[in-house]
C-alpha cells in the first residue's frame, strides 16, 4: 500500500487553502497544484520553453519569466489555447505529484489542493477526492477582499462547474460556512473517518 492521496478542490474563493492548512496540522502532507505549474514554468525548465514555443514571447514579462497575468489573457478566452496550455504542463504536474507519492510512506496522506482537479487528468492520480464548498456571496465577498472585481469574479465562477457537480463528483464535502471553527471540526470529522477506513 503506498501514500494515500486526497485530491481537494472547489470553487474559487471557497476555502481550499484553509481546509489545507488544517489537513497539514493534522498530519497530512499537502501539495499545492498551482505552486508546481509556477515552479514547472520558470526560466529554464522544459516547460517555460513548451509555452514560449506554444504562444510566444508575448506571454513574457520584462524579466523575461512567463507573466501569469498575459498568459491567463491569451489562454482564458479561447478553449483550444487553454487545453493546449493544460496538455504541456498537467503531465509534468502529474509527475511532480506521483514522485513526491513514491517518496512517503504507506500510513502518509498527500492532499494535492488544485482548482482544476475534476477536469483533468490529475483526478486519475487521486484515491479521493473532497471537495469545499461555500455559499456564492460569501466566495465573491471573499474575491473582491483579495482585490478582485466583483465582475470577474463572478464570470471566473460562472465558468467553473456547478455546486451540484462539485458534489457528484466529490467522496467528501467539506462546507466551509465562513465559521472557522465549524469548518475545523467537519474536516476532523472526515480525517477521522479517512483514518479509520486506512487502519
Request: with cysteine.
Given at each position: 500500500?503506498?501514500?494515500?492521496v486526497?485530491?481537494?478542490?472547489?470553487?474559487?474563493?471557497?476555502?481550499?487553502?484553509?481546509?489545507?492548512?488544517?489537513?497539514?496540522?493534522?498530519?497530512?502532507?499537502?501539495?499545492?497544484?498551482?505552486?508546481?505549474?509556477?515552479?514547472?514554468?520558470?526560466?529554464?525548465t522544459?516547460?517555460?520553453?513548451?509555452?514560449?514555443?506554444?504562444?510566444?514571447?508575448?506571454?513574457?514579462?520584462?524579466?523575461?519569466?512567463?507573466?501569469?497575468?498575459?498568459?491567463?489573457?491569451?489562454?482564458?478566452?479561447?478553449?483550444?489555447?487553454?487545453?493546449?496550455?493544460?496538455?504541456?504542463?498537467?503531465?509534468?504536474?502529474?509527475?511532480?505529484?506521483?514522485?513526491?507519492?513514491?517518496?512517503?510512506?504507506?500510513?502518509?496522506?498527500?492532499?494535492?489542493?488544485?482548482?482544476?482537479?475534476?477536469?483533468?487528468?490529475?483526478r486519475?492520480?487521486?484515491?479521493?477526492?473532497?471537495?469545499?464548498?461555500?455559499?456564492?456571496?460569501?466566495?465573491?465577498?471573499?474575491?473582491?477582499?483579495?482585490?478582485?472585481?466583483?465582475?470577474?469574479?463572478?464570470?471566473?465562477?460562472?465558468?467553473?462547474?456547478?455546486?451540484?457537480?462539485?458534489?457528484?463528483?466529490?467522496?467528501?464535502?467539506?462546507?466551509?460556512?465562513?465559521?472557522?471553527?465549524?469548518?475545523?471540526?467537519?474536516?476532523?470529522?472526515?480525517?477521522?473517518?479517512?483514518r479509520?477506513?486506512?487502519?
Open positions: 500500500m503506498t501514500a494515500f486526497i485530491g481537494l478542490t472547489g470553487p474559487i474563493g471557497a476555502g481550499k487553502s484553509t481546509v489545507a492548512a488544517i489537513l497539514r496540522e493534522l498530519g497530512a502532507k499537502v501539495l499545492d497544484a498551482d505552486a508546481i505549474v509556477r515552479d514547472e514554468q520558470s526560466r529554464g522544459i516547460g517555460y520553453s513548451a509555452i514560449v514555443q506554444q504562444f510566444g514571447t508575448k506571454v513574457l514579462g520584462e524579466d523575461r519569466e512567463i507573466d501569469r497575468a498575459k498568459l491567463a489573457e491569451e489562454v482564458f478566452g479561447d478553449p483550444l489555447k487553454l487545453q493546449r496550455l493544460e496538455r504541456i504542463m498537467h503531465p509534468r504536474v502529474i509527475a511532480r505529484i506521483l514522485q513526491a507519492r513514491a517518496m512517503l510512506g504507506d500510513k502518509d496522506v498527500l492532499v494535492i489542493e488544485a482548482i482544476k482537479l475534476l477536469e483533468s487528468d490529475l486519475n492520480a487521486c484515491d479521493a477526492v473532497w471537495v469545499v464548498l461555500t455559499p456564492r456571496p460569501a466566495m465573491i465577498e471573499r474575491l473582491s477582499a483579495r482585490g478582485m472585481p466583483k465582475r470577474e469574479a463572478e464570470l471566473r465562477l460562472a465558468n467553473q462547474l456547478t455546486d451540484q457537480q462539485y458534489r457528484t463528483a466529490a467522496d467528501v464535502v467539506i462546507e466551509n460556512d465562513g465559521d472557522r471553527d465549524r469548518t475545523r471540526e467537519r474536516v476532523g470529522e472526515a480525517w477521522a473517518g479517512l479509520r477506513a486506512r487502519a
